[in-house]
Every structure is written in C-alpha cells, then in structure tokens.
C-alpha cells in the first residue's frame, strides 16, 4: 500500500524557516513527480511547488518562488519542502502527494495528483 507521511510542520515567527518532510513507503519516489500543496483556513487548496520524476526540475507558484525549495532525500525515499522568511501568510496545512507517475513534467494542479498525505500543519504567528 502506498503511503505519503507529512510532517516539519510547527508554530513558528514571521521570519523564521522550516523543513517540512514527506516520506513515502510502498512505493519509490526516485522517478515520481511530487507536489506539495496547501490550504489555509477558508480557502482552496492551492499548489506550491512540484518536482518532476524524469529530470527532477521544479516548479513554484509565484507567490512563493524565492523563499521555498523542493528537492528529493533520495536515502530516505522522501521530498522535503524548505520554507524561508516564512509569514502570517503561509499559514495552511500542507500537503504532498505524488500521481505515481514521471513520465511527463509535474504540475501544480491537484487534479493530477492521486495519492495524498495526511498534511502537517504550519501556523505563522508572533
């Protein structure tokens, strides 16, 4: 059974940086596109970041290029996202999931994606 594992997420300061990890088992995510995801309260579930199976480019939202970084921890069959200067903002429960597939390039809408984490939840506040 395939299952994706969230978790980094914690109540930080404007400003401050986090890792979130999502680790996977049942499945090798080496050659899988990935993505992660958030929902803040009231609103959709937004893409933030992918990474793509084949060559493992990646792609951010707007609003977040700059200050998150997705890559892959290949001995811990994982993707983590880094989050810097982190704001009030990016409060949201984030998520990963992965469409068991690499064959193309990974986008940022969920529609594509079929298996999902549980979330973990990051809370921006002073």
């Known amino acids: 059974q395939v299952q994706l594992v969230e978790s980094g997420g914690d109540l930080v300061q404007p400003g401050g940086s986090l890792r979130l990890s999502c680790a996977a088992s049942g499945v090798l995510l080496d050659y899988y596109n990935v993505g992660w995801f958030r929902q803040a309260p009231g609103k959709e579930r937004e893409g933030i970041a992918c990474?793509?199976?084949?060559?493992?480019?990646?792609y951010y939202t707007d609003s977040v290029k700059g200050r998150f970084t997705i890559a892959r921890d290949i001995a811990k069959n994982a993707v983590w996202l880094q989050i810097r200067n982190l704001k009030p903002e990016d409060t949201a429960r984030y998520y990963c999931?992965?469409?068991?597939?690499?064959?193309?390039?990974?986008?940022?809408?969920?529609?594509?994606?079929?298996?999902w984490g549980q979330g973990t939840q990051v809370t921006v506040s002073s």
């Open positions: 999931a992965t469409p068991l597939s690499g064959s193309d390039r990974c986008h940022l809408g969920e529609s594509r994606y079929n298996v």
């Open positions: 990474i793509s199976g084949s060559d493992d480019n990646t």
